[in-house]
């Protein structure tokens, strides 16, 4: 189940935003006391509460916005704990001075905005003797093996829980941060009774905290259960990733029972998220910068490609093994080849003994100049850096050119492997109009906005081109077949793809 929490300063709007959960088949919401401007009139909203209802009135040291005394704070829990909502959030000091009334349910609660505590099962074994019909742990992990160590530790309570029936005491386990995100979708998998969530993206009220919207259309929380294969992307930053969209959206149309989540990481964590890959279910990864390099060597195999371009954007954990692909480069040669007319199964392929300018020496640029030279091309690469670019000719033995002798060349293929261009900065391009020749063929690695300046002003001249979108979504349909050995639609990925980089440049 999902406890959508409101937190906002009007009465009126909490009123109203309640009513809407409600229409929307919301099941429990979490109304935030502490954020109310005014002082809190209970008359408005709980008599005709339309859902189940948490009250919480959370002082600032535990992550609220309470700003009066802690003695008016009491009084009002004492006072809304008599107009008999199904549940009130009392913190673990406070639970003796509240005491049990009516049907109310107590939820007992502990928030560690900072670290972990100390002992976890004292904790535990204190909080169960306040009376808890719940008991909720919001804590903040320093690494993923505390993480991995604390969600363990709510797996075992609940399962002890479940074996004690109606008696046993369930425990909602929260992780504060960008990681923590991962336990908030995955909590059925650690037999929580319910997960948190927030009811719009202005209302992050907690770091991770979800918007409901999204645990329910992005990541399908209501399919989640014990059995959910687990997928996901790690990264750092992963902002807006649109991987997570187009691979679940993927699972549910072809009715696979698998999540897609994010996993924003930093390097340090990278190898225990490989150790404790299996015990959080994860059967697959795609990887993002900045650890495509780093992942390399957890890996226990890896296709000739990882090796060549010293960069894995895909793992797959099977029977032990971490087994490592690279399928950034397959995708864009593959939509370059059929934009010309070929196709990426041709032994002889149409790129043979085209020239080709790749700029940007980057993860993107490795992975094209990799691919352009396994299908004969004969490549050059330059970058604003040129250590970087000289770097990359020596090691695949192309040629190089300097970033600002980059127009001398007027390659039959140009290929943007730079962020030059790249939302919000969209009136950039890497490459001058008038050095572009209509012969050319040229693609843009940049996938946001899909018609950057560069494909645009390309067009104009009459180039072929290729966009990032092609790129983002034929890798993402290599990596679900690698996940999952079935096929997807590239066209309906496509579509995907777009409407949501829309959404986000309009939001
Ligand atoms: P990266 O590893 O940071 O490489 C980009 C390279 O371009 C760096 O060497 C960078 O130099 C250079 N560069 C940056 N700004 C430049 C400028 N103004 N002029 C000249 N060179 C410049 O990034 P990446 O992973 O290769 O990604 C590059 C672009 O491709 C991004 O826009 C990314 O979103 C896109 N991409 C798309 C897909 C897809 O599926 N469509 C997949 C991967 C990447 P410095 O390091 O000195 O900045």
Redesign the pocket.
């Known amino acids: 189940m999902i406890c959508v929490t409101i937190a906002c300063g009007s009465h009126t709007r909490m009123v109203a935003e309640h009513e809407r959960l409600a229409q929307e088949g919301v099941k429990l919401v979490e109304l935030r006391l502490d954020f109310l401007r005014r002082e809190p009139d209970l008359n408005r909203i709980i008599p005709h509460r339309p859902t189940a209802t948490v009250l919480t009135v959370r002082r600032q040291q535990d992550g609220g916005l309470w700003r009066d005394s802690e003695e008016k704070r009491l009084m009002l829990l004492r006072t809304a704990i008599a107009t008999e909502p199904e549940f009130i959030d009392l913190e673990i000091d406070v639970a003796e001075k509240i005491p049990l009334f009516g049907k109310t349910r107590r939820i007992i609660s502990y928030h560690n905005l900072e670290t972990m505590p100390e002992n976890l099962e004292r904790l535990y074994l204190t909080m169960l003797a306040k009376n808890p019909y719940f008991i909720k742990i919001a804590v903040t992990p320093q690494s993923l093996s505390e993480m991995y160590l604390f969600l363990n530790f709510i797996r075992r309570k609940n399962e002890e829980a479940k074996q004690l029936g109606e008696n046993g005491i369930r425990v909602i386990g929260i992780c504060m941060g960008e990681m923590g995100k991962a336990a908030r979708i995955l909590s059925k998998r650690f037999s929580m009774p319910y997960t948190y969530a927030t009811f719009s993206e202005d209302r992050i009220i907690a770091p991770g905290l979800i918007v409901y919207k999204d645990l329910l259309d992005l990541y399908h929380y209501d399919y989640i259960d014990q059995e959910t294969a687990v997928y996901g992307i790690i990264g750092n930053p992963l902002g807006h990733s649109m991987s997570p969209l187009v691979h679940n959206r993927a699972f549910i149309e072809q009715k696979i029972n698998a999540v897609y989540i994010p996993l924003q990481i930093e390097e340090s964590d990278v190898e225990d998220l490989i150790r404790l890959a299996p015990e959080l279910g994860l059967q697959g990864i795609s990887v993002t910068?900045p650890h495509k390099t780093t992942i390399i060597s957890q890996l226990t195999k890896a296709d000739q490609a990882v090796e060549k371009i010293g960069a894995c954007n895909t793992v797959v954990f099977r029977q032990g093994e971490r087994i490592g692909y690279n399928t950034?480069y397959i995708a864009s040669i593959g939509s370059i080849e059929t934009a010309l007319d070929g196709s990426i199964l041709d032994e002889d392929s149409v790129l043979r003994n085209q020239t080709a300018l790749v700029l940007?020496?980057?993860?993107?640029?490795k992975a094209l100049a990799y691919g352009l030279v396994q299908r004969g091309a004969m490549v050059t690469v330059t970058?604003?850096?040129p250590t970087?670019a000289m770097e990359l000719a020596r090691h695949f033995g192309i040629d190089y050119i300097r970033?600002e002798h980059r127009e001398t060349l007027q390659p039959n293929i140009l290929l943007n492997?730079?962020?030059?261009g790249?939302y919000p900065k969209v009136d950039e391009m890497?490459y001058s109009k008038s050095a572009l020749r209509s012969s050319m063929l040229v693609f843009d690695?940049?996938?946001n906005p899909e018609h950057t300046l560069l494909i645009r002003t390309a067009k104009e001249k009459g180039c072929k081109v290729v966009t990032?979108i092609e790129?983002?979504v034929g890798?993402a349909c290599y990596q679900f077949k690698l996940f999952t050995g079935q096929h997807t639609s590239p066209s309906k990925m496509r579509i995907r793809l777009k409407e949501a980089i829309a959404r986000m440049n309009w939001a």
């Open positions: 910068i950034d940007g020496a980057g993860g993107a640029g970058d604003i850096n970087q970033w492997c730079t962020s030059v790249m890497p690695a940049v996938y990032g790129m983002f890798q």
